[in-house]
């Protein structure tokens, strides 16, 4: 693929991954046809900092956090729960965007791979 579109790629989508997953994701890239470039522009990447807002803010006791990003076991065992009697929201608060950003490598992966 073309060089400068693997870079907008990047700048635009490097905070949806973790730092050490972007050599990755630009190696990735790099070895693509041009054929893909319409796949890879269409993922539903989700927002790590949307993700910790609605922990914050509410969704976190609930498991609308873990929901959000694809993690329906975790969400299920949060709803059941209410967040681990509020301690399993609290550490979600911190956890929730590496979580996010590792969904986002694993749909990234399986979507090209």
């Known amino acids: 693929m073309d060089a400068q579109k693997v870079d907008m790629f ?35 990447l989700k927002d790590p900092t949307t993700a910790l807002i609605i922990s914050i803010v509410g969704g976190g006791t609930l498991g609308i956090d873990r929901f959000f ?27 929730i965007m590496g979580a996010t950003r590792e969904k986002n490598m694993e749909m990234f992966q399986t979507s090209l791979y």
């Open 10 to 44: 990047m700048m635009m989508n490097a905070k949806f991954f973790e730092s050490y997953h972007l050599n990755a994701v630009r190696d990735k890239l790099m070895s693509l046809d041009e054929t893909k470039w319409g796949m890879v522009q269409t993922l539903q």
């Open 69 to 95: 990003i694809g993690d329906t076991g975790m969400g299920i065992g949060k709803l059941l729960t209410c967040g681990g009697l509020g301690i399993w929201t609290i550490i979600d608060w911190f956890l």
